[in-house]
């Protein structure tokens, strides 16, 4: 069990940019996988990105070639860079991790991760 805790949630113009950190306690953070996910008000929980401990990255249709997600194993953090930013973007995120012991594997459904971030707001306006 990890637990995650998210920042740099906030407001920002359509066109603009913002970092997502996701940090974990807990001494085993290299061998979890990672992902990140919203939910918009009344919609469900979507995938955004994940990424595997040996940092295969995997991110949706939505936000491909807007959003990076990487990972500082050293400092158990793992990171969403949100660029390009547009109204449909605004939702609260979270961070998620499941531990795994493939190097390789990542997630994409919710189900799929046992640790989840309280979520931070993001607010795209136009």
């Known amino acids: 069990q990890v637990q995650l805790v998210e920042s740099g949630g906030g407001l920002v113009q359509a066109g603009g940019s913002l970092r997502l950190s996701c940090t974990a306690s807990?001494?085993?953070?290299?061998?979890?996988?990672m992902g990140w996910f919203r939910q918009a008000p009344g919609k469900e929980r979507e995938f955004v990105a994940a990424i595997s401990w040996s940092a295969n990255t995997y991110a949706a249709d939505s936000v491909k070639g807007r959003f990076t997600i990487s990972r500082d194993n050293a400092k158990k953090t793992a990171y969403l860079q949100m660029n390009s930013l547009k109204p449909q973007d605004t939702a609260v995120y979270y961070c998620a991790a499941q531990a795994t012991y493939h190097s390789g594997n990542y997630y994409l459904r919710p189900g799929d991760y046992e640790n989840w971030g309280q979520g931070t707001q993001v607010t795209v306006s136009s």
């Open positions: 807990g001494r085993t953070f290299r061998t979890y996988a």
